[in-house]
C-alpha cells in the first residue's frame, strides 16, 4: 500500500468483483451464479429505452433524475423529497457513512452480511459494532438493539447477503421501537423484491419512513430488475435525509440512458414476474440438491443459497470454476459458497459440477 495514503485503508480490503473472468463472448460456456443477478436478463423494454436514450451521450443527464424519483415515490406512496437516485445502492451507501459517520461516531451491523458496510464504516474511521448473526444465520436483533445505544448508523441487511435470510414485519417494527430515536436505520433491501414473493411477513420498510421514522431503505436496479451493469439504485428516507446525501454526493452520477432503462424496467410488471417464476423454481431445486446431498444451508428467500459444501470453500470455488461454474467462496478459511439462482439450464450446470467436485475432493 502507498504509505502517502491514509493509513485507515490498511483496514480496507479491495473489493473482489465476483465478475472477475467474465465470459467475453456470448458463445463462452462459464456459467456465472457469483453476483446475485438477474438470470434473465434485463427487461427489454428497459433495452429499448436503452437504444432510445443513447443519444444522450454527449450530454450531462438530469441531476435530479426527476422522472425516475417520480415514478419510484408514487409507486412507493411517499413524496419525492423522500427519494434519492444514486449509481447503485452500493454509491448511496456510502453517501449515508459519509453524511452521517465520523471518528466519533458508531456504526452497527450484523456479520457476515454484505462487505461494503465495513468499507463505508472504515473510510468514515467510525467505531464500528459487528454483531454475530444467531444460530440460524439471522440478525440477532436483541443484540444490535443493545449495541445500537449511541449509534449513528445501523444497518439491517433483508434480506441478508450471503445468508437469505430475512427480519419479519413483527420482529422488525419491535427492533425499531428500541433503537434510540436519533439513530438512523439503513433497510438494505436490495433483494426486496424475491423476499416479498417468498415470505409473507416480509416487511416494506418504506412503511416506516412513511411513518415518520428514521429509517432510510436502500433498493436497486441491479437485482430482480436485470440491469447490474447500469449502475442504478435508490434511497427512500425522510427529506432531510435525502438532503443530507444530496450534500455529499457528487453531480451527475446516473446517466440519462440508465435513467430511462431504469423506468422502463420499473414498469415491466411482465419482466419482474417472470423473473420471480425462475428465481423461486430454481432457489427450490438448489436447496432440494443441498438436502439430498446433505450439505446444510439456510431457507433464502432471495436470489442466491448460501450452503456448507464440508470442504475449504475457495478450493471448492476454484474446482468449480474449472469446471465453467463461477459461485461465490465465503471467507477464506469457511467451507460456505453463495451460489446465486441462475436458469434450470445454468443450475444443471452447477450441479454436474458440484457432483464432480464433491467426488473430487476428500
Ligand atoms: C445486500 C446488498 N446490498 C447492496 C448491493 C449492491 O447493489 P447495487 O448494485 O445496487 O450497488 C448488493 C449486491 O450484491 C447486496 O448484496
Known amino acids: 500500500m502507498d504509505p502517502h495514503a491514509r493509513a485507515v485503508l490498511k483496514d480496507i480490503p479491495a473489493y473482489v468483483p465476483g465478475t472477475r473472468a467474465l465470459p467475453r463472448t456470448e458463445s463462452s460456456p462459464l456459467v456465472h451464479l457469483a453476483s446475485n443477478e438477474n438470470?434473465?436478463?434485463?427487461s427489454p423494454l428497459a433495452l429499448e429505452a436503452l437504444a432510445r436514450a443513447s443519444s444522450q451521450?454527449?450530454?450531462y443527464p438530469d441531476d435530479d433524475s426527476a422522472e425516475l424519483r417520480e415514478a419510484l415515490a408514487a409507486r412507493h406512496g411517499v413524496p419525492a423529497s423522500c427519494v434519492a437516485v444514486g449509481a447503485?445502492?452500493?454509491a448511496l451507501l456510502k453517501l449515508l457513512a459519509e453524511a452521517y459517520l465520523d471518528a466519533r461516531r458508531k456504526a452497527v451491523y450484523a456479520w457476515p452480511s454484505f462487505p461494503m458496510y465495513p468499507v463505508?464504516?472504515?473510510l468514515q474511521e467510525a467505531r464500528e459494532v459487528r454483531v454475530p448473526l444467531d444460530g440460524g444465520g439471522r440478525h440477532d436483533l436483541a443484540r444490535m438493539a443493545e449495541a445500537a445505544k449511541g449509534a449513528s448508523l445501523v444497518v439491517v441487511c433483508n434480506p441478508?447477503?450471503?445468508t437469505g435470510t430475512y427480519v419479519s414485519e413483527a420482529e422488525?417494527?419491535?427492533?425499531l421501537d428500541r433503537v434510540?430515536?436519533?439513530a438512523l436505520v439503513v433497510l438494505d433491501e436490495a433483494y426486496a423484491e424475491f423476499a416479498r414473493a417468498t415470505a409473507a411477513d416480509y416487511p416494506d420498510g418504506v412503511r416506516w419512513v412513511r411513518e415518520g421514522r428514521r429509517v432510510a431503505v436502500l433498493r436497486s436496479f441491479s437485482k430482480v430488475y436485470g440491469l447490474a451493469g447500469l449502475r442504478v439504485g435508490y434511497l427512500v428516507a425522510p427529506p432531510e435525509v435525502v438532503e443530507a446525501v444530496g450534500r455529499v454526493r457528487e453531480p451527475f452520477q446516473v446517466s440519462a440512458p440508465a435513467q430511462a432503462a431504469a423506468l422502463a424496467a420499473l414498469e415491466d410488471e411482465g419482466h419482474v414476474a417472470r423473473t420471480l417464476h425462475v428465481v423461486a423454481e430454481g432457489r427450490r431445486r438448489l436447496q432440494q440438491l443441498a438436502d439430498q446431498l446433505g450439505l446444510p444451508s439456510y431457507r433464502s428467500v432471495a436470489n442466491f443459497v448460501w450452503l456448507d459444501v464440508g470442504r475449504p470453500a475457495e478450493q471448492v470455488a476454484a474446482e468449480l470454476l474449472r469446471r465453467g461454474v463461477r459461485v461465490r467462496p465465503g471467507p477464506t478459511g469457511t467451507t460456505w459458497v453463495r451460489v446465486s439462482v441462475g436458469t434450470s439450464e445454468e443450475i444443471n450446470r452447477f450441479e454436474a459440477a458440484l457432483l464432480q467436485v464433491l467426488a473430487t475432493l476428500p
Open 39 to 42: 438470470p434473465l436478463g434485463p
Open 57 to 59: 451521450w454527449a450530454r
Open 88 to 90: 447503485g445502492s452500493t
Open 120 to 122: 463505508a464504516a472504515r
Open 160 to 162: 441478508n447477503n450471503p
Open 172 to 175: 422488525l417494527a419491535a427492533f
Open 180 to 182: 434510540p430515536r436519533d
